[in-house]
């Protein structure tokens, strides 16, 4: 059995629901472009990784997209689609949380960029009294997986990445978080994280 005593948690598809679909539903309605329009233009691209790191403001994110995808619009409308991604809490898993956090030191360890985690905050601030302390990739200067992010988290936090548990949506994030020693868990559904919550003896 591992000796667990922090737990860190991803946010998105995690403890929250999302589609960034929503985003493009929201921009057809406010401009003259269809939602086919949005999903074949915006480009996850290095600018974004940037936006999620904190190295472009915003503001410097809209105006890159407004170039990138040849479009007026203005920056409330761009605001507007990029907060309406979230559609709301995963229950079982939010329901986690207290049962947990008697036990372990529960983290959030999310790439994001400071409009969207304002606006998680905002819907959803019951979830974040559990959280010993919450990293952000724009505020860390760094994304998942890249190994900064993990060894800036396993400073902070002050424990050995051996006793620290990783849940994420992402494999790909699981494995850097397990390069730097720290177990983890790709979470694909609620009921198969508990069993291997379980099996780690973390849950009853």
Do not use: C
């Not at 609620?190 to 069993?195: H, I, R, S, V, W």
Request: a negative charge.
């Amino acid at each position: 059995m591992i000796n667990i005593k922090a737990i860190i948690f991803d946010l998105g598809n995690v403890l929250i629901d999302y589609s960034f679909h929503r985003a493009f539903h929201k921009w057809a309605e406010l401009t003259l472009h269809p939602q086919d329009f949005f999903a074949s233009q915006f480009q996850y691209d290095e600018t974004l990784w940037q936006f999620e790191r904190g190295q472009i403001t915003p503001r410097e994110y809209y105006q890159y997209l407004s170039q990138s995808m040849q479009i007026t619009w203005d920056y409330d409308m761009f605001k507007q689609g990029w907060i309406f991604v979230n559609i709301g809490l995963i229950q079982e898993m939010v329901a986690l949380l207290p049962i947990l956090s008697e036990k372990f030191s529960l983290y959030v360890l999310s790439n994001t960029n400071e409009l969207h985690i304002e606006s998680v905050k905002h819907e959803f601030p019951q979830i974040f009294r559990y959280f010993k302390q919450e990293f952000y990739s724009h505020e860390l200067s760094a994304r998942k997986p890249d190994a900064e992010i993990y060894d800036k988290v396993i400073q902070m936090i002050n424990l050995p990445p051996h006793e620290i548990l990783f849940i994420d949506d992402m494999e790909e994030n699981i494995r850097g978080a397990e390069r730097a020693g720290i177990h983890g868990i790709v979470m694909s559904s609620a009921t198969e994280l508990k069993q291997e919550l379980v099996k780690l003896g973390i849950l009853d």
